[in-house]
């Protein structure tokens, strides 16, 4: 079973925050808050999704890399999370 699916419910419950979170920019935007407070709700924003991505990064570690039974299935996560830490950095 994937980590994503075990932890399914904590997964969601983040992503809902970040949908509140975003929901909040664009209350923000719609009612000409200053610059520097919206700017903070973006900030914030970035925190959370990184904060995910950095939850996920290390449950595909430990369920993918650590996990893993055989030297194929080991290589193979490494390379699933060497291509998403590049699409992370761009």
């Known amino acids: 079973?994937?980590?994503t699916?075990?932890?399914?419910t904590k997964l969601l419950a983040r992503v809902r925050r970040l949908k509140g979170q975003m929901?909040?920019?664009?209350r923000a935007l719609e009612q000409e808050v200053g610059c520097a407070d919206v700017l903070q709700l973006v900030a914030s924003v970035r925190g959370a999704i990184?904060?995910?991505?950095a939850e996920l990064i290390e449950d595909h570690i430990e369920h993918h890399l650590l996990g893993a039974t055989n030297e194929a299935d080991r290589r193979?996560?490494?390379n699933e999370l060497e291509t998403v830490?590049?699409?992370y950095l761009k």
Not at 50 to 53: F, H, I, V, Y
């Open 1 to 3: 079973m994937s980590h």
């Open 5 to 8: 699916i075990e932890n399914k």
């Open 23 to 26: 929901e909040a920019v664009e």
């Open 50 to 53: 990184n904060g995910l991505t």
């Open 76 to 78: 193979l996560a490494a």
């Open 85 to 87: 830490v590049r699409t």
